[in-house]
Nanobody, 124 residues
Framework: QLVESGGGLVQPGGSLRLSCTAT????????IGWFRQAPGKDRTAVSC????????WYADSVEGRFTISRDNAENTVYLQMNSLNSEDTAVYYC???????????????????WGQGTQVTVSS
């Protein structure tokens, strides 16, 4: 099970940190992805953390503003989001999957476990 927290309402330019905690399995064994879905749009990958080499990937739209990290002791993955703008408004999901190809980590169908989602709203 994956449980997300940390969403909320924030003003443009503000920051939020999302958390994703796993129970029943070890996150270190999986690729972890953060996805988001705005109303009427597809679910798209925002950032991924590869367990094989601990490398990270970011969508162009969040590069330089968002940072993904993992705390193995807490079995938790974080998404630090800075300089938020209205286009970041969406429901954010974390996901875990046993994915071997780095080119596949952006595909939501590759993931086995999903959190329930947390709403992020950026508005003044």
């Amino acid at each position: 099970q994956l449980v997300e927290s940390g969403g909320g309402l924030v003003q443009p330019g503000g920051s939020l940190r999302l958390s994703c905690t796993a129970t029943g399995f070890t996150l270190d064994d999986y690729v972890i992805g953060w996805f988001r879905q705005a109303p009427g749009k597809d679910r798209t990958a925002v950032s991924c953390f590869m367990n094989s080499d601990r490398s990270t990937w970011y969508a162009d739209s969040v590069e330089g503003r968002f940072t993904i990290s993992r705390d193995n002791a807490e079995n938790t993955v974080y998404l630090q989001m800075n300089s938020l703008n209205s286009e970041d408004t969406a429901v954010y999901y974390c996901a875990a999957g046993r994915i071997l190809l780095s080119t596949a980590v952006r595909d939501p169908h590759q993931y086995d476990y999903w959190g329930q989602g947390t709403q992020v709203t950026v508005s003044s």
